[in-house]
């Protein structure tokens, strides 16, 4: 069942510019997004990507009815979401990473009996999922800290029960795990997943970091200078951008450049040599075809960085 | 409307709760506002130690005027007083999440840190025009004008509060400009108008209609004719200027909101 439907969909700006040379500030018209043509279906988890400014945060505008589209059409759970805005908020949640839905002032529960006055969830349901998030997202000690006190990730965690507590079928989160430390990432993107597994809940990510889609998405949608250049598996992506992964490997000897089959050496120093090898292919038989050959003393990954594998595509023709 | 009104109440206790854990600074706050809008009249009162009238009206006919004027400017500031804060809520991107909630988007900006202090102007309006009214001569008439009175002076100021606040979603910063004319339109009607020359009474009237929050309905209960030679219609006319008033802040606010550029990021 389709619950997004975006078609062709356009939004400009109009920005003042001063040009050189004259003291008038002109008018221009800026797009950042255009073009624009998706659908995404219910219980789907899709990465949304692209570099800054790309139009991410101008689309998720969009689609939660903030932003009134130039034009295009956009159906959200049936609705349109700019004319329809109030309405389509209790099917919706939304998590801007960089600012917070909660309350400065009040402590994270007035916050969320606030939210349970907002959206009138039934009171028993709400004591329910907050029972369960506070347990899941490690909430409970912080009940009663006012939100400023609250560190990023404890803020970030505050947010998205939030955004769920009254049972949202979409929940649309804007880079979500931007400036949390590695533990607070991976027990997101778990809760993340069981969300999706155990309430079925369609999830639209904007992420800079490339861990999230892959621990996340199915699906990858990538935008730049406001449209859209690739939708499909991220393994599709790395394969477009001809995106590689590292295997920086230190040997217990000096020895001349590995040669295998299936990775290319692309750098030595000392013992130390890093070999580079599809993004899409298993590091295992790479791994035990080394092992065989060569006295290795320990062995690491290193994943494509999501701006390189954006540049990469941009950088080639758009295929077919 | 009606669920506008119960989610404004829901949200605003919950704000009176927070606060009350706090109560020395609750009641400082509101001694502190009550005290503050009193001086006004106190300023008024030593005036009329020295002269005996102004632009032809008594003490007791100025208090009148300023309680009522008082009582509309109170109200509207107490229920959407907040409103000017706009371009800070924009800035902040408080306006974004507030737009992804389900009550109307004005209920949520103008219950947001609702404070019961703001009530010190209502109680410090309410002793000025109770006092006023005891020189009244009072018949049923001039009752329901009085009551008519307060309710479309507050939708008046109500209005105005919306409609300026508004020019907030083109240009960030532009509340002093609104204040020009919601306090300033409070302070010029703390005073009868034939303390002005002709030509602004009129655009009190018919441009920025802030004279039918007190000045026309106030000449019907004190029984005076119009000093203008205005036709006494417009005293009975300050509801349709509030409905006037309503229906433009409406459709100014929608406007706003579907012009609406959000932030970056």
């Not at chain 1, 990465?47 to 991410?56: F, L, Q, R, S, V």
């Not at chain 1, 730049?224 to 951008?241: F, I, K, N, P, S």
């Not at chain 2, 809008?37 to 106190?42: E, H, K, N, P, S």
Request: proline share 4%.
């Amino acid at each position: 069942m389709t619950l997004i439907q975006v078609t062709d969909l356009r939004r400009t700006f109009e920005v003042r510019r001063k040009e050189e040379g004259s003291r008038r500030r002109h008018r221009v018209e800026v797009e950042a997004v255009r073009d624009l043509t998706f659908e995404i279906a219910a219980g789907e988890m899709v990465g949304y990507i692209g570099p800054n400014g790309a139009g991410k945060s101008t689309t998720i505008k969009m689609l939660t009815g903030i932003l009134v589209p130039t034009s295009g059409h956009i159906r959200v759970a049936g609705v349109d979401p700019s004319r329809n805005r109030t309405a389509l908020a209790r099917r919706i949640g939304v998590v801007f990473g960089q600012r917070t839905s909660l309350w400065w002032d009040l402590p994270l529960r007035d916050s969320f009996d606030l939210l349970q006055k907002i959206y009138r969830t039934d009171p028993a349901r709400h004591r329910a999922n907050l029972a369960e998030f506070l347990e899941l997202l490690d909430l409970g000690e912080l009940l009663d800290t006012p939100v400023r006190q609250l560190s990023l990730g404890q803020r970030m965690r505050g947010d998205i029960a939030a955004a769920l507590l009254h049972d949202p079928e979409i929940l649309y989160l804007d880079e979500p795990t931007i400036g949390l430390d590695v533990i607070s990432k991976g027990r997101l993107r778990e809760f993340l997943r069981s969300l999706n597994r155990e309430r079925d809940t369609t999830l639209m990510l904007t992420t800079h970091d490339l861990q999230d889609i892959e621990a996340l998405c199915d699906r990858v949608i990538v935008i730049d200078h406001g449209t859209q250049v690739y939708d499909g598996t991220l393994a599709g992506l790395h394969e477009r951008g001809g995106s590689t992964r590292t295997l920086v490997v230190d040997l217990v000897d000096e020895v001349a450049p590995i040669l295998i089959a299936g990775a290319e050496t692309r750098r030595v120093e000392g013992p130390r040599q890093w070999l580079s090898f599809p993004a899409d292919a298993s590091a295992a038989p790479l791994v035990a075809a080394l092992a065989s050959s060569y006295d290795v003393a320990d062995l690491s990954i290193q994943e494509p960085d999501i701006e390189d594998v954006i540049r990469e595509l941009y950088s080639r023709p758009p295929a077919g | 409307m009606v669920d506008a009104a119960v989610a404004y109440y829901r949200i605003g206790s919950l704000w009176v709760r927070a606060s009350m854990a706090y109560p020395a600074s609750f009641w400082m706050m509101a001694v502190g506002s009550f005290l503050m809008t009193g001086l006004d009249f106190v300023g008024i009162w030593i005036l009329f130690g020295n002269v005996d009238d102004l632009g032809g009206f008594s003490l007791t006919e100025i208090g009148f005027l300023y309680g009522a004027t008082g009582l509309g400017i109170a109200f509207a500031d107490l229920f959407v007083g907040r409103v000017e804060r706009l371009g800070q809520m924009i800035r902040f991107g408080r306006l974004d999440t507030m737009m992804t909630k389900p009550v109307p988007l004005l209920v949520q900006v103008c219950a947001d840190e609702f404070a019961l202090r703001r009530f010190a102007r209502v109680f410090q309006a309410t002793i000025v025009f109770t006092w006023a009214a005891t020189y009244v001569d009072w018949t049923l008439p001039r009752a329901l004008v009085a009551v008519e009175m307060v309710v479309s002076g507050s939708l008046i100021f109500f209005s105005l509060f919306i409609s300026l606040a508004c020019i907030q979603f083109w240009t960030a910063d532009s509340s002093e400009a609104a204040n020009a004319f919601t306090y300033g339109g409070n302070t010029v009607t703390q005073f009868p108008l034939t303390v002005f020359p002709s030509e602004i009474v009129k655009a009190l009237t018919f441009v920025v209609p802030i004279a039918f929050v007190n000045w026309y309905p106030a000449l019907f209960i004190l029984g005076r004719e119009d000093p203008f030679g205005l036709p006494s219609a417009l005293q009975l006319a300050s509801p349709v200027a509030a409905a006037v008033m309503l229906a433009v802040s409406a459709l100014v606010w929608r406007t706003g909101v579907r012009h609406y550029r959000s932030t970056g990021s």
